[in-house]
């Protein structure tokens, strides 16, 4: 069984709070990618729940980040927010249609990100799933669902996701359920308990904790995006920094 490889981000990358934090004072915003994408290892990019990004974008942001970094996409709310998941499928076409596929090997996992409100159905989410593309433009895609109600506890959920390896977010949070469960070649984590008060957004204890677990899914085999999301928004990158340094990951050039 091959390693897996952790990969460790933020989302997005343009945030004035992390001028003169992250970045070194008086960096120019237009090289707020180039910096950040060199970093850390992963970005994952919210705009795209609410709209599409142009062809220029796509090839823009693969031109700018280095080889081995990747981009988490999240999928549109226009997929994610009608009343019935299953009827998502022109959605998820015309999502699809934008060109992500540009980014090329720089393209990671799709995330999709269910409203607190919908509760399991589990005709409506296997419907949607069976949705999701395995490939586009010839380009082998991944997706996790971040499903944010007690109801997603449910083995049947966690047996749909692992036919189409699919995986299930596991959300660090105070609002959200952690499902910690492996339905897929790959894990992915949405980090949500960061305080201001704490220098690297977690004391060093979970930071340890998070970083022995990632340790034990790449022994497994499976590729690990750990996200630092929300919460004390501002921590996020030193977070994301004080992680890459317990897993030993170099910053890219």
């Not at 189409?164 to 897929?184: C, G, H, L, W, Y």
């Not at 979970?206 to 750990?226: E, S």
Request: aromatic content about 12%; charged content about 30%.
């Amino acid at each position: 069984m091959s390693e897996g490889q952790i990969r460790v981000g933020i989302g997005g990358w343009t945030f004035p709070p992390w001028r003169g934090t992250f970045y070194p004072n008086k960096w120019p915003q237009s090289k707020e990618l180039d910096y950040a994408s060199r970093a850390l290892t992963v970005i994952e990019i919210n705009s795209t729940f609410y709209s599409r990004q142009s062809p220029k974008s796509w090839e823009k942001w693969a031109a700018t980040a280095p080889d081995g970094f990747q981009f988490a996409i999240k999928g549109s709310r226009f997929c994610v927010t009608r009343p019935k998941l299953a009827d998502a499928g022109e959605g998820i076409d015309t999502f699809f249609a934008q060109e992500m596929t540009a980014l090329g090997p720089k393209l990671g996992p799709i995330m999709w990100q269910l409203a607190p409100r919908r509760k399991f159905d589990r005709d409506d989410i296997a419907r949607f799933i069976d949705l999701l593309p395995l490939k586009y433009d010839g380009q082998k895609l991944r997706h996790a669902i971040e499903p944010r109600d007690e109801s997603y506890r449910d083995e049947r959920f966690v047996e749909l996701c692992r036919a189409r390896n699919v995986a299930i977010v596991f959300d660090d949070s105070e609002k959200f359920p952690a499902i910690d469960t492996d339905s897929a070649d790959f894990t992915y984590a949405r980090l949500q308990r960061m305080s201001e008060d704490v220098a690297t957004g977690y004391e060093a204890d979970a930071l340890d904790t998070i970083a022995d677990r990632a340790r034990q899914q790449q022994d497994a085999g499976r590729d690990v995006y750990l996200l630092l999301i929300n919460g004390a928004k501002v921590r996020a990158p030193m977070a994301a920094l004080a992680l890459q340094e317990r897993l030993a990951l170099s910053p890219r050039k």
